[in-house]
């Protein structure tokens, strides 16, 4: 199997990262930040600085001082008020960073404090004066099939329930950085962006020049896992303005504690579900109430909350459905696009809802979530025709045989009197790409194949290299088409003033669907190969011809296809202390068919931790709108020692539409491991789990309330 | 004050406060970008590198302390053999992803090498987790650790 060309690089740490860049005469820029999530600036006192040294506010941008996500709603500097603790409100510049430290000892600012409105109930109650519009909803969407509220006075049963999620810091290696070039008239910005296309655009608002005066490039990026995307607008035009008001070279570097406490998250989530079942025992109606906590401004919020709501009932098929979400403002950082977008709640919710549920009732759960799996010809929660076979069941026999999961199940928890054994297991899917008709909106997205005089071939594209493989992937899929030997296929980091604007790096998009545009360029280079010199071939995405959406209604293909997954998780929890250590991890999922077996599989590893570490570990809370932790040392992802070995398996299902038959893998495998985690620790300890992350005095707190009541 | 001592078998004498941190004496003064910075408070291992062979955080070290001493970075390291061994095991077992954490990781996992020549799942991810990565979920690096060892106690083909 083909061996990624930056392995080696790599290795040695000398692969184009930030890091390894500077610029003769560079200046350091600190970004002086709100202490407090909301108040009014009375006044800021500046001492008086050396020569070489700058202090630069909001007056000193030359055009909008706007800081553009999706909307343009959001000062780049703080004007007379802030927003959320650690908002921007001056930079400081210069060439020594202990002298701009002194600098920053100098300054006062004097805040009129106001009430901040910190929860979700803060933001829905109104009580406190909105932070956000006239009732703090960032974005709401929402669709009902059938009829809920009557199927529910026909239920034998009904069941509530309620769960909360926390924020979750991606934590990519390396910290978010920029450094902003001014030459003659133009300004290049570098950086790790995991979008670059939007930097220019960003950019050119505060700077007040037209799109074509700035460039950005992007450096070889050290994880981003979504937090690369919207965030990187905020430090990028922080620099281009330092480099103007200076004509210097400007960099910024986030340090690990700026980096936690100053950009985007996992969105903390609340999410009520109501369902009713009858006589025999299947779910008849079900109704999700999803609330995700967002930031001071729009930001992405509305993005994530989009696949929240789309995916919201998961795998299963219910013949009334009603799905309400709404994306409130409170005075926090803006959280934004995050592996698994809003899916990893929902899922959690859902799961979770439905294994209490069967409980209740009396009957495994697993089965009766296999009960109300979708099918092939079902019809989705938007009411999309499945046209492509779902094989959950293969996937959970395939899970089953790894793990032992049914041998298992409920057998283990009288093993120790001190340490209890349990195992638990998520099915999920995961839609993607998003239709464009609905949420992507529509514009071309192109890239080029160009075959050079010697007859080597270089893919152009923006699409980025986030450690996830896509330019292995890429160069894969033209190799497989020229028939030539992939080394002689190469793609750089990309160059926005070289590469066509591809557009997204992002929500699972890169293999399926620009890995597509990739295998129909190369098969158009392939019968001009014979023509003499340089060849050029430009390809634009194409949706599949069958795709219905309707955005007003929130009716139909929301997907171009879906994705699916399941993972058992086995712990074991001391009594004593509520410890939880995870001890086995087994999962299956199909994704098409991988092009790259062992970087789908890394992509998997991966996420799974990463869902692991959601719903175990990750604690990240505000206390008045101060974030309480904020370095490695208080905010703990895993380690090698908190996960053991992970066994998986891909089921092959190969879409139609997909280059080689692949689906989407960047993102699903992320979903379902928190709420395998819950229902492994629901086994353990016989107890309902409604909250991530499952801390040990969360758990305390359960078993001791189980006690009280037995 | 002038501080000596050697890096990657060169020696070097520097003019500079002794408090500096070692990992931006090695990035910024002698242009070693090699070693990464993922925390700067000693939680990542991104800043690996080998005091007198053994290893150590730059980050939490201060340059004054290694003052005589034998300093190995990644880019010194390379040289080796046992980088070789190691950098292809994770090259070709799929043991990085964005590689931030990569080079690090490769000291760390060389030092267990050194130190223990067949070491097992358990032995790899307590020696190990010290050095965090985001990307990988780990799995991949522990199977290229074993991998590597094993190819140490074959003789070298190179
Ligand atoms: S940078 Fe030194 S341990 Fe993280
Ligand atoms: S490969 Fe990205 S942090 Fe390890």
């Known amino acids: 199997m083909t061996v990624r060309d930056d392995a080696w690089a790599k290795c040695c740490g000398k692969a184009g990262y930030m890091d390894e860049l500077s610029f003769p005469g560079m200046l350091h820029v600190m970004v002086v930040r709100s202490q407090l999530p909301r108040a009014g600036i009375r006044s800021v006192h500046v001492p008086a600085v050396a020569s070489g040294y700058y202090v630069i506010d909001s007056t000193d941008i030359p055009g909008r001082n706007v800081c553009a996500i999706l909307k343009q709603d959001f000062p780049l500097l703080a004007e007379d008020r802030v927003s959320f603790a650690g908002q921007a409100i001056l930079l400081i510049a210069g060439p020594e960073r202990d002298r701009i430290l002194e600098i920053n000892d100098g300054i006062r600012i004097d805040y009129e404090p106001e009430e901040p409105v910190i929860t979700i109930e803060d933001a829905e109650e109104g009580r406190i004066p909105p932070v956000f519009g006239t009732d703090n909803v960032i974005a709401s969407i929402g669709f009902e099939r059938g009829d809920v509220e009557k199927t529910f006075i026909e239920s034998a049963r009904v069941f509530e329930d309620e769960f909360r999620t926390g924020y979750q810091e991606h934590l990519y290696l390396e910290t978010l950085r920029a450094i902003a070039v001014p030459e003659e008239g133009r300004m290049t910005v570098y950086g790790p962006f995991q979008i670059p296309d939007i930097v220019p655009v960003a950019v050119s608002i505060p700077l007040g020049w037209n799109t074509d005066r700035i460039r950005a490039r992007v450096t070889t990026i050290g994880g981003a896992f979504g937090g690369k995307m919207e965030t990187t607008t905020q430090i990028t035009c922080l620099s281009a303005l330092a480099a103007y008001v200076t004509q210097r070279p400007c960099s910024i570097v986030y340090d690990r504690e700026e980096d936690i406490t100053t950009t985007s998250k996992r969105h903390p989530s609340r999410i009520r579900i109501k369902s009713g079942v009858d006589q025999n025992k299947r779910v008849r109606a079900v109704k999700m109430d999803i609330d995700l906590l967002g930031g001071a401004c729009f930001g992405s919020s509305a993005v994530v909350l989009d696949s929240s709501v789309k995916m919201a009932t998961g795998p299963y098929r219910f013949e009334n459905v009603s799905v309400r979400g709404r994306a409130l403002a409170t005075n926090h950082i803006m959280p934004g696009a995050t592996r698994g977008f809003g899916v990893v709640q929902t899922t959690f919710a859902i799961e979770t809802h439905m294994s209490h549920v069967a409980r209740q009732l009396g009957i495994d759960p697993l089965d009766f979530r296999l009960g109300h799996v979708l099918k092939q010809g079902d019809r989705t929660s938007t009411d999309a025709v499945l046209r492509d076979q779902v094989k959950i069941p293969e996937i959970v026999k395939s899970v089953d045989a790894m793990s032992g999961y049914r041998a298992k199940r409920g057998r283990q928890a009288g093993s120790d009197a001190t340490v209890k054994k349990g195992i638990g297991i998520a099915l999920y899917s995961f839609g993607a790409p998003h239709t464009v008709k609905g949420t992507l909106r529509a514009r071309p997205r192109p890239l080029i194949l160009r075959r050079t005089g010697s007859g080597d071939v270089v893919i152009l594209t923006t699409i980025t290299e986030l450690g996830q493989g896509i330019v292995t992937v890429f160069r894969e899929i033209a190799s497989r088409i020229l028939d030539i030997p992939i080394e002689r296929i190469s793609m750089d980091n990309p160059d926005t003033d070289r590469d066509p604007s591809t557009l997204g790096t992002g929500a699972s998009l890169g293999v399926t669907l620009f890995g597509k545009s990739v295998e129909r360029a190369a098969r158009k280079l392939k019968d001009r190969w014979d023509e003499p010199g340089e060849i050029e071939v430009m390809e634009d995405y194409v949706e599949p011809g069958y795709l219905e959406w309707d955005d007003k209604r929130v009716v139909g293909d929301a997907f171009h296809t879906y994705s699916w997954g399941a993972v058992a998780v086995e712990v074991s929890v001391d009594l004593l202390t509520c410890e939880v250590q995870v001890t086995g991890v087994w999962a299956a999922h199909d994704i098409g068919r991988p092009i790259n077996d062992r970087l789908a599989e890394g992509q998997v590893d991966g996420a799974l931790v990463q869902g692991l570490g959601f719903g175990l570990m990750e604690v990240l809370e505000s206390k008045e709108g101060i974030l309480q932790q904020s370095r490695l040392r208080d905010y703990t992802i895993p380690t090698m020692r908190d996960i053991p070995a992970i066994r998986q398996f891909f089921v092959i299902n190969p879409y139609s539409e997909g280059p080689f038959g692949a689906k989407s893998v960047g993102e699903i495998p992320t979903i379902g491991a928190a709420a395998a985690l819950g229902e492994a620790v629901a086994d353990a300890l016989g107890i309902e789990v409604g909250r991530l992350p499952i801390t040990p005095e969360y758990l305390l707190d359960l078993v001791r309330a189980k006690e009280a009541s037995s | ?158």
């Open chain 2, 1 to 158: 004050m002038t501080i000596a001592f050697v890096v990657n078998g060169r020696p070097v004498v520097l003019e500079t406060d002794p408090l500096r941190r070692l990992i931006d004496v090695l990035r910024e003064d002698l242009g070693l970008t090699g070693v990464k910075e993922g925390c700067g408070e000693g939680e990542c291992g991104a800043c690996s590198v080998l005091i007198d062979e053994r290893p150590a955080l730059a980050c939490i070290v201060a340059v004054g302390a290694v003052e005589g001493r034998h300093v190995v970075t990644i880019e010194g390291y390379q040289e080796r053999d046992l980088f070789r061994k190691v950098a292809s095991a994770f090259s070709e077992t799929g043991a990085l992803q964005c590689g931030f954490c990569t080079p690090g990781m490769i000291i760390a996992a060389g030092a267990l090498i050194d130190a223990c020549s067949d070491p097992d799942e358990e032995t790899i991810r307590e020696a190990l987790s010290g050095n965090l990565c985001r990307c990988t979920g780990y799995n991949r690096i522990v199977q290229a650790v074993m991998r590597a060892s094993r190819e140490t106690k074959e003789p070298s083909s190179l």
